[in-house]
């Protein structure tokens, strides 16, 4: 059964830090891997799609990397701002493409 | 840019009350979603539609439960009766097809409260 997790839950960094959030999953049989923004009380914004046959992807100051045999992505933010401050999910698609997520990280950006 | 909408966007209702959801996701998109999200948790998948019949409700507490999409465009859920483990956010997402390579679009969701 497949399973996401995203170390750290929280993370909080001074303004202008570059910065990494990590993903993990458990079976490296999937279809692709999403990361997506959350405010709160707010719906899901996605940021970056990376097929299984990609290593990166890349948007802006966004750049989400995967390493399909070691189950593993990363989502570097660079010169981050206040208003990167969200929680940070990633959802992988497994082989019966079905999403299946992480709980997040809930990133603070300090001024 | 096309969005995916919902409504109501906050709702708060007493435990044993009826609530109902109301989606309308992207034009042209086949697949319709509906899930559930408790606080500091990934959403959960409840329904998936592929146009107007459900591909997939494993995950849904059929006894409360109940979604439709009867015309394949737009798509209610309803929690008939609502106990307090049900407040949540409910995100409703589309996609192209239940495979597009492009993910899933999701609009701003519906927030929940049981008293």
């Known amino acids: 059964k497949q399973e996401v997790t995203q170390i750290p839950a929280a993370l909080s960094v001074p303004e202008g830090e570059n910065l990494v959030l990590n993903c993990s999953f458990t079976d490296s049989a999937i279809y692709n891997l999403q990361w997506f923004r959350q405010d709160p009380g707010k719906g899901l914004t996605s940021l970056l799609l990376?097929?299984?046959s990609q290593r990166e992807q890349t948007s802006g100051r966004l750049n989400a990397s995967l390493d399909k045999s070691s189950g593993r992505s990363t989502l570097y933010i660079a010169a981050s701002q206040p208003g990167d401050s969200a929680t940070y999910l990633c959802?992988?698609?497994?082989?019966?493409?079905?999403?299946?997520w992480g709980a997040g990280t809930k990133l603070i950006i300090k001024p | 840019e096309a969005e995916v909408a919902q409504s109501p966007r906050y709702k708060i209702t007493e435990k044993s009350q009826a609530v109902a959801f109301w989606c309308d996701p992207i034009s042209g998109h086949a697949t319709l979603y509906w899930y559930r999200q408790i606080l500091g948790q990934g959403p959960e998948l409840l329904v998936q539609f592929q146009d107007e019949s459900v591909v997939d409700d494993s995950q849904l507490p059929k006894d409360r439960f109940s979604a439709e999409r009867l015309k394949g465009v737009d798509s209610t859920l309803k929690i008939q009766p609502a106990e307090l483990g049900d407040s949540a956010m409910y995100l409703c997402?589309?996609?192209?097809?239940?495979?597009?390579?492009?993910?899933?679009?999701f609009g701003p969701g519906t927030r929940l409260t049981v008293l």
């Open positions: 997402a589309s996609s192209l097809l239940a495979q597009a390579p492009g993910g899933q679009y």
């Open positions: 959802a992988v698609r497994d082989s019966n493409y079905q999403l299946i």
């Open positions: 990376i097929q299984s």
